[in-house]
């Protein structure tokens, strides 16, 4: 009897001991897919949360500013300082002008249709020129910003398309007011209106119509006032009674703005006199 009962208990045991073993294994193979299963995982995340840091950089700072020049373009206002240049052939291209973008006008953008040089412009005169419609002016630009705007006269509009280095149509080289002066073909006349300053030594004054004309000042150049440019609303009229001014007044008061008759020759105020 206690044989049979030692037998029992011995083939119990062995029993007990093989489902230990087996729930063993099982748990194992469990725990190592899991681990499996969780590696996987990680690293998926973690190259999803990697993948964006290469493209993070926005396409517009990679890319360069164009440099070149489109002849034959058509120059319209996109917002303060940026523009665009329509090239027939070549689509659009955005630039941006700086305080030493070059603007000369020929009739549009300032200046007089008429004259034989081109007038130098300022940056407020193209927005405002752009802003009512589209220029035809050719643009140099580098890095994307516009170093010399050139707009064309009437007989220059061309509708061929453009080019970086495209000839255009213009007839010969074109004279700025500066090289007109010099090579003597200057504007000359007697102008009355309002006085405007652009740059050093170089104005602005407009006829009863509004259309300016750049002039030149020089040495020579008598400037005479009335109490506008500078002396008193008290002196007398003819060129003797007035205060003759400098040409550091004449600049500080065309700044403000001022009416006078301004006599040119060549390009250049003989004589400037304020309308006080």
Avoid at 16 to 32: K, P, R, V, Y
Wanted: hydrophobic content about 30%; aromatic content about 4%; glycine content about 14%.
């Amino acid at each position: 009897m206690n044989r049979h009962l030692r037998k029992a208990v011995v083939a119990t045991a062995a029993i007990t001991a093989g489902l230990l073993m087996t729930a063993c294994q099982n748990g194992t193979d469990d725990s190592s897919s899991g681990k499996s299963t969780t590696g996987a995982a990680a690293v998926a995340e973690k190259a999803s949360d990697s993948k964006p840091a290469s493209d993070s950089k926005p396409v517009s700072e990679k890319a360069k500013g164009v440099s070149g020049t489109f002849k034959n373009g058509e120059v319209s206002y996109l917002a303060p300082g940026k523009y665009i240049v329509s090239v027939p052939g070549k689509g659009d291209q955005q630039f941006l002008v700086a305080d030493d973008t070059e603007v000369y006008g020929a009739g549009t953008i300032c200046g007089e249709a008429g004259s034989k040089v081109d007038a130098p412009c300022t940056l407020d005169q193209l927005e405002a020129a752009a802003k009512k419609n589209a220029v035809g002016a050719d643009v140099k630009m580098k890095n994307g910003i516009a170093t010399l705007v050139t707009e064309r006269r009437a007989a220059q509009q061309n509708t061929g398309s453009g080019s970086d280095t495209g000839s255009g149509s213009d007839s010969g080289p074109r004279d700025t007011v500066v090289e007109g002066v010099n090579k003597g073909k200057g504007v000359s006349g007697t102008w009355f209106g309002n006085v405007s300053y652009l740059a050093p030594g170089k104005y602005t004054v407009s006829d009863m119509k509004g259309v300016e004309q750049q002039f030149l000042v020089a040495e020579d150049t008598e400037i005479w006032g009335y109490g506008d440019i500078c002396g008193d609303t008290n002196t007398g009229e003819g060129g003797q009674g007035g205060i003759e001014c400098t040409e550091a007044e004449l600049e500080q008061a065309a700044k403000k703005g001022f009416t006078a008759e301004v006599v040119i020759g060549n390009g250049i105020a003989t004589t400037i006199r304020d309308d006080h």
